[in-house]
């Protein structure tokens, strides 16, 4: 079964500075898509980023990109010139694009940013 | 404004009843779920419906039934609510809106069995 770690469960940054979020998560597909979602206080979940493994170059929105090193199977989120509204709980996610339909999270990092 | 839409946003409950929580999407998607957020547990899965009439078993399904009433509308019921279900409950659908394919959640629905 595919398992998603955050190992990280708070973090703190400077407003402007960048952050790194840190996720890894373990299959043995080959193909699949990796996602970031934002959960700020109003509990709204709201996507940030997406992956497809087969996609050697790394997604990027804006000031969010992700390093993606599919054979370390790793995930990193990295925010940069912070926000106070990127304060919020991040998840990471995967979900099989074999066939299953399931979507499986990590446990979640609670993102601080100091004024 | 398109999305998934969940009713009741609260809820407090006794132990022993029974409710259902209620979720509607309009963005054609097939694909719905219901997750429960605990804290330090992340969101897990409870029941996930892959098309209409097809439902199945999440991580976490015991306790609960689910209703894929129709292509835009999937339903959680608790039968005999317990303490253990309290919990932030969030359904969300899988597919394209707008330029984005991903999953589109709901508000969610905080729940409080006493």
């Known amino acids: 079964a595919q398992t998603v770690t955050q190992s990280q469960p708070e973090m703190s940054v400077q407003e402007a500075e960048t952050v790194t979020l840190s996720c890894t998560y373990d299959?043995?597909?080959?193909?699949?898509?990796l996602f970031w979602y934002k959960q700020p206080p109003s509990r709204q979940m709201i996507l940030v980023i997406r992956q497809e493994a087969y996609k050697q170059q790394n997604a990027t929105e804006n000031r969010f990109s992700v390093n993606f090193q599919k054979a370390a199977k790793s995930f990193s989120l990295k925010i940069s010139d912070s926000q106070l509204g990127d304060a919020a709980m991040y998840f990471c996610a995967y979900r099989s694009a074999e066939g299953d339909d399931k979507i499986i999270f990590g446990k979640g990092t609670r993102l601080h940013i100091l004024p | 404004n398109a999305g998934v839409t969940q009713t009741p946003k609260f809820q407090v409950l006794k132990t022993g009843q029974s409710m259902t929580l209620q979720c509607a999407q309009d963005m054609n998607h097939n694909s719905m779920y219901w997750y429960r957020q605990d804290p330090g547990m992340g969101l897990r899965l409870i029941y996930y419906s892959a098309s209409e009439g097809t439902t199945d078993k999440g991580e976490v399904p015991n306790g609960y039934n689910v209703s894929r009433l129709n292509k835009r509308e999937f339903s959680l019921r608790l039968e005999s609510a317990a303490p253990s279900q309290t919990s932030v409950y969030f359904c969300a659908s899988l597919g394209w809106y707008r330029i984005n394919y991903g999953y589109t959640f709901g508000s969610g629905t905080r729940l409080t069995v006493v």
């Open positions: 299959t043995s597909e080959s193909d699949y898509y």
